[in-house]
């Protein structure tokens, strides 16, 4: 089993800035994956950013590409999303998710993610 908290969400103006932090404990592997996804009132889950175990991989949906990075300290079991120029269309509830299956071909789909994260609501403001 993984447990995943994540934390830092918030309200901030749009063009501001907030990180997001996960924190993984329990059983974990080397080929884990750990994604972001994100969840909007009426909307379905949407897939946000990815990265590798050791963090030499990533991988972030094209909305977000270039405004979000995701890295993570091995030392620390925590995971991060760094969430830059912040939009309106951005609020939504984030969660973090672990895939243990290590696919990186499919780390954008959230039904290969095995554990989740209870979400932190993010709401930016016009």
């Known amino acids: 089993q993984v447990q995943l908290v994540e934390s830092g969400g918030g309200l901030v103006q749009a063009g501001g800035s907030l990180r997001l932090s996960c924190a993984a404990s329990?059983?974990?592997?080397?080929?884990?994956?750990m994604g972001w996804f994100r969840q909007a009132p009426g909307k379905e889950r949407e897939f946000v950013a990815a990265?590798?175990?050791?963090?030499?991989?990533?991988y972030s949906s094209d909305s977000v590409k270039g405004r979000f990075t995701a890295s993570r300290d091995n030392a620390k079991n925590t995971l991060y999303l760094q969430m830059n120029s912040l939009k309106p269309d951005d609020t939504a509830v984030y969660y973090c998710?672990?895939?243990?299956?290590?696919?990186?071909?499919?780390?954008?789909?959230?039904?290969?993610?095995?554990?989740w994260g209870q979400g932190t609501q993010v709401t930016v403001s016009s």
């Open positions: 329990g059983r974990t592997f080397s080929s884990t994956i």
């Open positions: 990265i590798s175990w050791f963090g030499r991989s990533t």
């Open positions: 998710a672990a895939q243990p299956s290590g696919r990186w071909g499919s780390a954008a789909a959230s039904e290969e993610y095995a554990y």
